[in-house]
């Protein structure tokens, strides 16, 4: 990645093609926009036709103004590209440091985003840190960055070349302008019947002027807006390079350590042949790591294999050892499954005997509470029967206990209470009917 960062800021034909075209197409993109604007548009106006197409210099002159416009509306997102540089490159690390950081630096630096490195302060510490690394010194950094420093500023200056040129241009094309309006009105004079009349020429001449002289005051009044926009963004890009510059000086002069100057080659000349050392000794390091790992990773494939024969011999010795368990083990559950089977069938058997013999008996106690439920249903009925007999009788004895035959009623009535427990001699408790026979006044008993 380092190279290819490197030759993007050695090769600047890119850059300049892009700083040609791409204001050349938004410009006429704009003018596009704008005359749509003044011709269907709500600039519509008979001043904005008079001034920006009444001759066809003033569309020339419009065009032009809307291109350098589009330069400077480049140049305004250079220099805010250049502030976010700023605060987005920054170099770690201490003082007294080895050259060799500049490398890591680079390498660093290359890993950032295209509009960082070529940036200002991108290439500006990229070109600073490539001396320190193409030199193996720090020697020379103060009077290198002064360098760098001096270049930027001619790149920023040759930048606006393309508007200054515009700029230039733009009154020229104005005066042009009114100049061929008035070698034009007066080639009409010529060629008029009245030319002989002071009064005709002088009311030409008047009329064809009021005209052509747009273009003059067009062509300054753009002038006047680019120069003063162009000063502006020109002031905001020279403090980005000011900034650029002490932050180019602080992040770098004192960083790296000084060990001889120029005027003590032998010095550099030593710290050159400890620095070769220094690589070859990493070189050969690197070389014996590289065989160790070599040997690790044999003996590591070595151990590999015998971890799986022996793993293999394991899983088969383990295989028939599982085999013949699990073999013997089924024939132990068949064995044991099977007596429990028949001791089940014993169990069954007997479970049903018993359930057989329950079953019956359950059946006789229901036979029995059946009948034992219908003698004492007819017993609840006889005794409600007797009970209102017995009621009856009583009346009838107290209606009939004045009359004078009551004797021989009561005997019919005894025969008849006693024919009833006759037929309810089954029950114990059955209610005895008393016949009492009352006193009558007059009459023995």
Request: proline share 3%; hydrophobic share 45%.
């Amino acid at each position: 990645m380092l190279p290819v960062s490197r030759s993007e800021n050695r090769n600047p034909s890119g850059s300049i093609l892009g700083n040609l075209a791409w204001p050349i197409v938004l410009g006429l993109l704009s003018v596009g926009g704008f005359y749509w604007l003044v011709l269907r548009g709500p600039l519509n106006h008979p001043l904005a036709l008079r001034y920006f197409t009444g001759h066809p210099v003033c569309i020339v002159e419009t065009v032009l103004f809307f291109v350098c416009l589009a330069a400077l509306a480049q140049k305004l997102w250079s220099v805010l590209g250049e502030h976010a540089a700023l605060a987005h490159i920054k170099l770690s690390g201490g003082s007294s440091l080895p050259t060799s950081q500049a490398t890591d630096w680079l390498d660093k630096l290359a890993e950032l985003p295209g509009r960082h490195r070529s940036s200002f302060f991108g290439r500006r510490l990229m070109d600073a840190l490539e001396s320190v690394e193409r030199n193996a010194s720090a020697d020379r950094l103060e009077s290198e960055l002064k360098h760098l420093s001096d270049l930027d500023a001619n790149r920023q200056q040759d930048s606006y070349a393309f508007i200054r040129i515009i700029v230039w241009a733009t009154p020229m094309l104005g005066f042009l302008g009114t100049v061929i309006g008035i070698t034009q009105v007066i080639g009409d004079l010529a060629n008029q019947q009245d030319a002989l009349s002071g009064q005709g020429v002088m009311k030409g001449l008047l009329s064809g002027l009021y005209v052509k002289f747009d273009t003059t005051a067009l062509a300054l009044s753009f002038t006047v807006v680019l120069m003063f926009i162009q000063f502006l963004i020109d002031r905001m890009e020279v403090q980005v390079l000011e900034t650029v510059d002490r932050r180019a000086m602080h992040d770098l002069l004192g960083r790296f350590a000084v060990v001889g100057s120029a005027s003590d080659p032998q010095v550099q000349q030593f710290q050159r042949l400890a620095q070769a050392m220094l690589a070859a000794t990493e070189k050969l390091v690197e070389r014996q790591t590289i065989l160790w790992q070599n040997s690790i990773k044999t003996a590591q494939h070595h151990w590999e294999k015998l971890a799986h024969a022996a793993g293999d011999q394991m899983q088969t010795a383990l295989t028939g050892a599982l085999s013949q368990a699990l073999v013997s083990h089924a024939n132990q559950m068949a064995k044991i499954e099977q007596a429990s089977s028949e001791q089940l069938s014993q169990r069954w058997e007997q479970w049903q005997i018993a359930l057989s013999h329950n079953a019956r008996l359950l059946h006789a106690q229901q036979t029995e509470l059946v009948r034992q439920g219908e003698v004492m249903t007819q017993a609840i009925r006889a005794a409600g029967d007797v009970v209102q007999l017995e009621k009856a009788l009583n009346e009838n004895l107290s209606a009939l206990a004045g009359s004078k035959n009551f004797e021989d009623t009561v005997m019919s009535l005894s025969a008849a209470i006693h024919l009833l427990n006759t037929r309810l001699g089954k029950i114990a408790d059955s209610p005895q009917v008393e016949l009492t026979v009352p006193r009558t006044k007059g009459r023995a008993a």
